[in-house]
C-alpha cells in the first residue's frame, strides 16, 4: 500500500543561493523561515541541477531556497544534529538514512505522504526499497550503481563479473577504492549476499573474490573524476564505475558502455528527508510535490544523468545508464548489518591490496 491521502498543496516560489558547509563553521548560519528553506545537500552536479529544476518556481512563489552541502552523510548528521531548526530538507544515502537513525535523538521528521501525491508518480515497488521499507521518513530520490564499464572499441560486450578475472586483462583493470562498495560488488559476483557478511564462512567467500578480481587490476579508483580519466586514457579497458560519470564519457563521444552485470551491483541510491526540528514542513511538503511532477523528473534525470525511476518512462530516462526496472536488480547494502563490520572489511581489503 501507498503511504498517500491527498492534500491540497501551495505554491510558493523558490529562488537559489548556496554555501558550502564546514563542520561547525555553518552553525548560526542556518534556519529557515516562512519564506526560506534550507537544503542539505551533497554538492556537486545533483545538486545544481536541484538548483536548476526548482528555480522555476521563481515566477510563481516567494520562497528562497538557500542551498548548503556537505562532504558526505557523517557530516550531513552532524549538521542537522548540531543546528535544530536550521535544515528543512536534506537528501542522505541509502547508508545516511542507517546513520541518522542510529542516533540517540529523532532526528528526520515520520513524513505525511499524503501531503506529497505526485509521489504516485514512482511504481509502489521504489516506494518500498529496503532503506526506506518499514519507515516512514523518506522518499526515493533517483537510481545510482555501480555495475561495469568497458571501452568498446577495446574490449566485446559481456554481461558477468567473471569477465574482470581473465588474463587477458592483466594491468587493464580498474576497481573503486571504497572497501564497503568492493566488497558488496565482490558479494554479488560471489553469489553471496552483502548483508550476511557477519557469518564468517561468508566474509571468507566474499574476501576471496575480491583478491581473485584484484589480480587485473593496476589501479582503484578513488573518485568519479579518477575513473573517468581511466576510461578516457584508455589506462582502464574496463572499471567499476557511476553511471552519470559513464553518460558524461558517451556525452564527450569516448566508446564507453556501462551496464548492471547479471550477477548484480552495489546501488548508492539517494533519498530526501525532512528534519524533525523544521518548522517549515508544510512548505517543504509543496515543493516535494511540485519535484515529483512527473515532467519536473525527467528534466532532473537528463540533468544529472542519473534515471528517477517514474511510471512508463520516457527513453530520456531508460537510455541513462544507470536505468534499471525494478530495485530487485541492485544489490542494496542493510548498513545496519554492514557498518558493524566495517574495521574488519577494510584490515581485510587493504591485506589484499598489499599482497
Known sequence: ????????????????TGIVATGLGIAGCLGGSGDTLQYLGRGGVTQEAFRNVISDWEDENDVTVQ?????DDTEMVNVVSENPGGIDLCNP???????????DEKLLADLDYGEIP??????????????????????????????????TELVDEFSSWDEIEQS???????????PSARFANAAAAAGEDINQI???AVFDAIVDKVDAQHQNVFQYWTSGDQQMQFLREEQAHISSAWGGRVASLQADDVPIEYF?????????SEGYAIPEASENKETVYDLLDWVYQREN???LSVQIDYPVPISDPPEEITSLPDYTDHPDNLVWVDWSQVLPHNDKISQAFNEVRGS
Open 1 to 16: 500500500m501507498r503511504k498517500h491521502d491527498r492534500h491540497s498543496p501551495t505554491r510558493r516560489r523558490v529562488l537559489q
Open 67 to 71: 542551498h548548503t552541502s556537505v562532504a
Open 93 to 103: 544515502s541509502s547508508g545516511g538514512f542507517i546513520r541518522f537513525r542510529g542516533q
Open 118 to 151: 505526485n509521489y504516485d508518480n514512482l511504481p509502489e515497488a521504489w516506494h518500498n526499497v529496503p532503506f526506506l521499507e518499514g519507515n516512514e521518513d523518506g522518499l526515493f530520490r533517483y537510481i545510482s550503481s555501480q555495475g561495469l564499464a568497458y571501452n
Open 168 to 178: 587477458e586483462y592483466g594491468d587493464l583493470i580498474s576497481l573503486h577504492a571504497t
Open 198 to 200: 557477519g557469518d564468517d
Open 260 to 268: 548492471i552485470p547479471e550477477e548484480g551491483a552495489v546501488t548508492h
Open 297 to 299: 523528473l525527467v528534466d
